[in-house]
């Protein structure tokens, strides 16, 4: 059995029990690579937040776009007036849409509007031919960084128009 006298401030016996300056290397080196792992989690749950808020920066400005749009009314006069914000109409804008760029909460977000003539009047009805139905999509990517995904909104407008459809 090991003494200890205080008073010499001596150790007696055979052995003493403690930590070797190995198994303290062991266990630091243990405590690094959790410690790295928490590290590499809180950059990971930065840049999802951060990409997050994007999203939904992005959806509040197509959400906005497309009540715009809900708010011009499809009308004969409106269903071919070309498309402009703010002032414009519902006219088919062609398979690659009409590209802005806006700023919301100090961020940059290109929209794209695309409108298309889904379904058109039949013949020998009145106004045969012209669009009767419009499919308007919305996408706003976040403009500098490609990594990030972009927000699109779909939606459909129809007009009254008398007839077999």
Do not use: C
Not at 3 to 26: K, P, R, Y
């Amino acid at each position: 059995m090991a003494q200890i006298n205080f008073d010499s401030a001596t150790i007696q016996g055979d052995s003493v029990a403690g930590f070797t300056l190995i198994e303290t290397s062991i266990s630091l080196v243990i405590m690094m690579i959790v410690g790295l792992g928490v590290a590499s989690l809180f950059a990971y749950s930065t840049r999802n937040n951060t990409a997050a808020n994007d999203r939904e920066l992005a959806m509040s400005v197509a959400q906005k776009r497309l009540e715009w749009l809900r708010s011009v009314p499809f009308t004969t006069t409106t269903r071919n007036l070309a498309y402009s914000f703010p002032n414009g109409g519902l006219g088919d804008t062609g398979g690659s849409g009409v590209t802005e760029n806006v700023i919301a909460a100090g961020r940059s977000y290109d929209v794209t509007t695309v409108i298309q003539d889904t379904a058109t009047v039949p013949a020998g009805e009145p106004d045969a031919n012209q669009p009767m139905i419009k499919t308007i999509s919305i996408t706003v990517t976040p403009t500098g960084d490609t990594s990030r995904t972009s927000v699109t909104i779909t939606t459909q407008r129809s007009t009254l128009v008398p007839g077999i459809h």
